[in-house]
């Protein structure tokens, strides 16, 4: 059994079955850099970023291409707003956007084309339009005429009537042959970015980036086209239209796949409503391994909300998988010196078959269309095997438990770390006595940051022993603020970092 993927062309699963054997060629239309991106973008990103990141994990080599708009309407407007030039107002929120990914953990693409990089590339397939008589010249713009293509409409399924332009201004209403009719080339207006072109100054639409650039990255007939719900039309309805003129009726894209809108609070997100949540400002009060959660949680392609409740929710999961390899590699760490034997009990071989069996519902899971929601489920079943069985373990002291519990760590690890979560690792501290000294050679040879902060802990624990709880929940509470969680046991502390 391979990967199904859902394909928005055909309305149905399919069988993915790549261009080239053990390649897939993917592209996912970017951002537009007028601003800082908002949740709902950020979960279009997040959400192909886990597709990427499971189809290496189930052994495929990726190429993964986005592009970046960098010249636009919405970027000469906020131009205009800052006072400031087109060019530098599209660099600003380009490092913003690439700083803001690499804090939730969503990895750079491996090809990033720009649109003002490609306007020859661009220029060459308007002109080749026009020559086939799919587009047309009007006062210096150029169109492409809709009703001269057959398949349009095949991915949104809207027939010409429902395709009708709204929004467009008495110029371009006039300038058009038919309504639905979409620009590829603008003549250029004072004060505008301009390239030179055989239909004079001008600047291209936005339509003709992604067709012309996906295809010069990945060639006709690439795997996977991804973007959000709101690009099926008009965005990507005219890429298709373009490319498939354009080539003679091959195929642009094999897969379409779209990520579902993001409501807050139940409510879609709009200016209107005042309800719209910057992604940098939301890394400010949660972590990117909560708001991670809390999008996997959903099947990429449906709706998903985002709010208070969802949040602590996603939290409490996450710390669910987090104490239990906490707790793994505190044990580990206590059956560090011990030479465990590999004979397992009756017990531990149903253990070691659950792993074995959640692997395979993990993947099974993620087979079907992604469906990372199901995969968390699979998580959070293992995490509980493992806890009952770390319970067992320390109340019966198995010789086998280091086997069992190395074993538990590198699946659990593995898990998440195909689905994007714990990208920095999870670092741990055992549990130490009050008052005892390091046990063991290895004790002394960490680094002078642990050291530093068992010092801290050891004086912590002795304002405790003296009743100074002030200075001993000042040490904790300033440990935290550097991302060093403590916790109090039976026998003493333990700590692990949260970096």
Request: hydrophobic letters at 35%.
């Amino acid at each position: 059994m391979g990967i199904k993927i859902y394909n928005t062309l055909t309305h149905g699963k399919e069988d993915l079955v790549p261009r080239d054997e053990g390649k897939i060629a993917m592209y996912v239309c970017g951002p537009t850099v007028y601003n800082y991106i908002h949740i709902g973008n950020a979960r279009t990103f997040l959400n192909f970023d886990m597709i990427r990141r499971y189809l290496e994990f189930s052994g495929y080599d990726v190429t993964f291409v986005q592009n970046v708009t960098d010249v636009d309407d919405k970027i000469i407007n906020r131009a205009t707003e800052e006072g400031d030039s087109p060019q530098a107002v599209a660099r600003k929120y380009l490092d913003a956007f690439e700083e803001d990914m690499a804090a939730l953990g969503v990895r750079p693409p491996d090809i990033a084309p720009r649109a003002t990089d490609c306007i020859p590339e661009m220029l060459e397939v308007i002109g080749g339009l026009v020559e086939k008589d799919y587009a047309y010249e009007s006062g210096g713009d150029v169109y492409f005429e809709v009703s001269k293509f057959p398949g349009y409409g095949k991915l949104s399924r809207r027939n010409l009537e429902e395709q009708q332009s709204t929004g467009q201004t008495e110029e371009e209403s006039r300038k058009k042959r038919n309504p639905g009719d979409f620009a590829l080339w603008k003549a250029a207006r004072s004060g505008e970015p301009s390239w030179d072109s055989p239909w004079g100054p001008g600047r291209p639409g936005w339509h003709i980036e992604c067709s012309t650039m996906s295809v010069k990255h990945l060639g006709n007939g690439f795997d996977i086209h991804g973007g959000g719900q709101d690009l099926i039309f008009p965005h990507h309805e005219n890429e298709i239209a373009q490319a498939e003129a354009y080539s003679g009726g091959e195929r642009f894209a094999r897969y379409w796949a779209h990520s579902g809108m993001l409501n807050i609070e139940q409510e879609k997100m709009s200016k209107s409503l005042g309800n719209i949540r910057l992604l940098r400002e939301v890394l400010e009060e949660h972590d990117a391994d909560t708001v991670r959660m809390l999008m996997l949680g959903t099947l990429y392609r449906n709706p998903s909300s985002f709010g208070k409740d969802s949040l602590a929710e996603a939290s409490a999961s996450l710390d669910r998988v987090k104490n239990c390899m906490f707790e793994m590699k505190d044990l580990l760490r206590r059956f560090a010196s011990s030479k465990s034997s590999p004979t397992c009990s009756e017990r531990e071989v149903h253990v070691i078959d659950f792993f074995e069996q959640a692997e395979r519902d993990f993947r099974s899971a993620m087979d079907d269309d992604f469906n990372s929601a199901a995969a968390l489920g699979v998580i959070f079943g293992l995490v509980k095997e493992i806890n009952i069985y770390m319970g067992e373990v320390q109340a019966f002291k198995s010789p086998a438990a280091k086997l069992m519990l190395s074993e538990a760590d590198l699946l659990l690890e593995k898990l998440c770390g195909a689905l994007g979560l714990f990208q920095g690792g999870f670092q741990g501290k055992p549990a130490r006595s009050a008052g005892a000294g390091a046990e063991g050679p290895e004790a002394h040879a960490g680094p002078t940051r642990e050291q530093l902060i068992d010092l801290l802990l050891s004086v912590r624990e002795r304002a405790r022993q003296t009743k100074n709880f002030e200075l001993a929940d000042s040490i904790r509470d300033g440990l935290a603020a550097m991302g060093v969680r403590v916790e109090d046991v039976k026998d003493g502390y333990r700590w692990h970092l949260e970096w």
